[in-house]
């Protein structure tokens, strides 16, 4: 488990929510309340799954609570592809968002090849530990205490 607080990009998907929330905030009153909601949802679904994967017991769960992060961020890039199309989003404002939106995703998949890669991306299995020094087993039948996910350090 790892402090959500201190990655990167849970920060930048909290401000990415705060801006499309003030984004779609403009719309027009009327015919937008669908797309309006599903642009807040899964712009704040980006930091919320990144906030429940970091409670995640390896590294290779917490890389998939990235891959659900990716999607919420592309499902977000092509809600604000509809807003601007509907012209209910400024091309100035849309490609600000796009570009940040963009930037999120790329960082993120940045960090779950890291937490793939990682020697701890799985839980250790049962059994005995091998000394390295020996080259036998040990004498105990103890499991290793499994390492937390460490993909703490980010680009």
């Known amino acids: 488990m790892q402090d959500h607080r201190k ?5 930048m998907a909290c401000a990415l929510a705060i801006d499309v929330r003030s984004a779609v905030s403009r719309f027009p009153k009327r015919g937008y309340a669908e ?3 599903q ?3 899964a712009a704040e679904s980006i930091a919320n799954t990144i906030v429940e994967g970091c409670g995640a017991e390896s590294n290779k769960e917490f890389a998939r609570f990235l891959s659900m992060s990716i999607k919420s961020n592309r499902e977000l890039e092509g809600q604000l592809d509809l807003a601007l199309g509907y012209r209910i989003l400024a091309e100035q404002r849309w490609h600000e968002l796009t570009q940040f939106t963009v ?3 790329k960082k993120t998949y940045t960090l779950r090849k890291r937490a793939l890669l990682s020697p701890s991306s799985g839980r250790p299995s049962g059994g005995s530990s091998r ?8 004498g105990d039948k103890r ?3 499994p390492e937390p996910p460490t993909p703490n350090a980010e680009p």
């Open 35 to 37: 797309l309006k909601a």
């Open 143 to 145: 499991s290793p205490t």
């Open 131 to 138: 000394n390295p020094a020996a080259g036998k087993p040990r």
């Open 39 to 41: 642009m807040i949802s």
């Open 7 to 11: 990655l990167q990009i849970w920060r």
């Open 103 to 105: 930037l999120l995703r």
